[in-house]
């Protein structure tokens, strides 16, 4: 069988960077925009990264899982996107509220977000994986460490580039460059377990 990791990094990472020009656009454009409008907006941009994104992972996937139902790939993984993105926008939505609680309340529900977050994608696909490869259950974990680099390695590079004022291109060119690290970095960690699949044998040990 052919090296997939190669094919998983290149394609994943230009399937997430497409996808992500998205909504690193729409929330360049509705920045000061009211939340009513911010956020249906930014939801919908999030939809079409993770469709984006399950659709290159599942080009990918489906070499060495010929079984994988591709639509049902690419729908979790757009609805588990449109989740991240609600839980994401949680925070500065309801800043006024959360700001006022104590921190006995504020750091455990900030956690719990954090893990739900960092879990959805991956959860969501697991449903789709769990009768299909061995110990499916590992990838719920390697994607949330994946996301939890990415998105690391996104806000190492991008935050101290914005600066209030910026004309909205530069905003847009930042975030789609922090974008390209973070997909690499997802790409990267997430391909491990992809890797192992696609060793000869492995899959035999699947019911299938």
């Known amino acids: 069988m052919e090296r997939v990791w190669p094919v998983w990094m290149a394609t994943v990472t230009a399937a997430e960077v497409t996808g992500f020009a998205v909504p690193a656009t729409v929330g360049a454009l509705t920045v000061a925009a009211r939340p009513v ?22 080009s990918v996937l489906r070499r060495i899982l010929p079984d994988l139902p591709v639509r049902r790939w ?8 449109v989740l991240a993105y609600a ?3 949680l925070a500065p939505t309801f800043v006024t509220v959360w ?13 719990l977000l954090g893990l739900a977050l ?15 490869a061995p110990r499916a259950d590992r990838w ?12 690391t390695v996104f806000m190492t590079f991008s935050t101290p580039l914005w600066h209030p004022g910026q004309a909205v291109g530069a905003v847009i ?10 997909a690499a970095t997802m790409a990267a960690v997430t391909g ?17």
């Open 37 to 58: 409008v911010a956020v249906p907006a930014l939801l919908a941009a999030g939809a079409v990264e993770g469709a984006v994104l399950g659709w290159g992972q599942s």
């Open 99 to 111: 700001t006022a609680w104590p921190p006995g309340l504020l750091i455990p529900v900030a956690v």
């Open 74 to 81: 690419i729908a979790v993984t757009a609805a588990a996107a």
């Open 140 to 151: 719920i974990v390697y994607s949330a460490l994946a996301w939890l680099a990415g998105l």
């Open 173 to 182: 060119a930042i975030g789609v460059a922090g974008g390209l690290l973070m």
């Open 118 to 132: 960092l879990n959805s994608i991956g959860v969501a696909q697991w449903t789709v994986l769990r009768h299909l």
């Open 192 to 208: 491990v377990p992809v890797h192992r699949w696609s060793r000869p044998g492995v899959l035999e040990s699947v019911g299938r």
């Open 87 to 89: 839980i994401a926008l």
